[in-house]
């Protein structure tokens, strides 16, 4: 299955900053996701990262506060902007390696704003 | 959309009791469905996954789960805790038409000597 690499693995920044979450797999993969794991709840999904084109962002997400690029097969990125301690989580970027069937997930960002 | 519902944020079994953690899907069509482990600061982990082969799954660390149609569940079981069973569980559920993959709320699994 693929192997993805997250950094950074965790941050503490201060509010009002931003912070760009860097995810490389190592295979071509068609389908790119980024998840929020708030502390102490479940994975929600923040958007599906579309190579070529604008993200598509599930509902209570917007661009303007997490930016996502995917340039290519193997890359893509999450902005979280002008933050403040509520988006203090965890941030996990997944693969689908299989239609469907077969999910990726790295390692995650730990993210502290104070 | 679909969805999954995990009854029971909370759950507590003596060790060598059984675990039952329960799962229900909303979907008119057979989905995909998934149970994941996160142990505490740690990432997450397949269980393992119904991909409309046999209704009965077998996963990792002796855990296993029936997918019924009929109540639309998947409800993941051990026969016996450990005490290193003590963790995270979340069912998740593949959307057919855009294949993201959708978490259920999670149920805390705690394991007593």
């Known amino acids: 299955s693929a192997v993805i690499s997250q950094k950074p693995s965790r941050d503490i920044c201060q509010r009002g900053t931003s912070l760009t979450i860097q995810c490389q797999v190592d295979?071509?993969?068609?389908?790119m996701f980024w998840y929020r794991q708030q502390p102490g709840q479940s994975l929600t999904l923040i958007a599906t990262?579309?190579?070529?084109?604008?993200?598509?962002?599930e509902s209570g997400f917007v661009i303007d506060k997490f930016p996502i690029s995917r340039p290519n097969l193997t890359f893509s990125t999450l902005t979280v902007s002008n933050m403040s301690p509520e988006d203090s989580s965890i941030y996990l970027c997944?693969?689908?390696?299989?239609?469907?069937?077969?999910?990726?997930f790295g390692s995650g960002t730990r993210l502290t704003v104070v | 959309a679909q969805s999954v519902t995990q009854l029971g944020s909370h759950v507590s079994v003596s060790e060598g009791a059984l675990v039952l953690l329960r799962c229900n899907y909303s979907?008119?069509?057979?989905?995909?469905l998934f149970w994941y482990v996160q142990y505490p600061n740690q990432g997450l982990q397949l269980l393992l996954k119904?991909?409309?082969?046999?209704?009965l799954v077998k996963g990792i660390n002796g855990f296993e789960a029936e997918f019924k149609k009929s109540e639309t569940s998947f409800h993941l079981t051990k026969p016996s805790a450990h005490m290193s069973d003590a963790a995270e569980y979340f069912c998740a559920v593949s959307d057919g038409d855009t294949d993201k993959l959708i978490f259920g709320t999670g149920t805390r699994l705690q394991v007593f000597p």
């Open positions: 295979s071509q993969v068609t389908m």
């Open positions: 119904y991909t409309s082969a046999a209704t």
């Open positions: 979907s008119s069509v057979p989905p995909y």
């Open positions: 997944s693969v689908e390696t299989r239609t469907g069937t077969g999910y990726t």
């Open positions: 990262a579309n190579q070529g084109s604008e993200a598509t962002y």
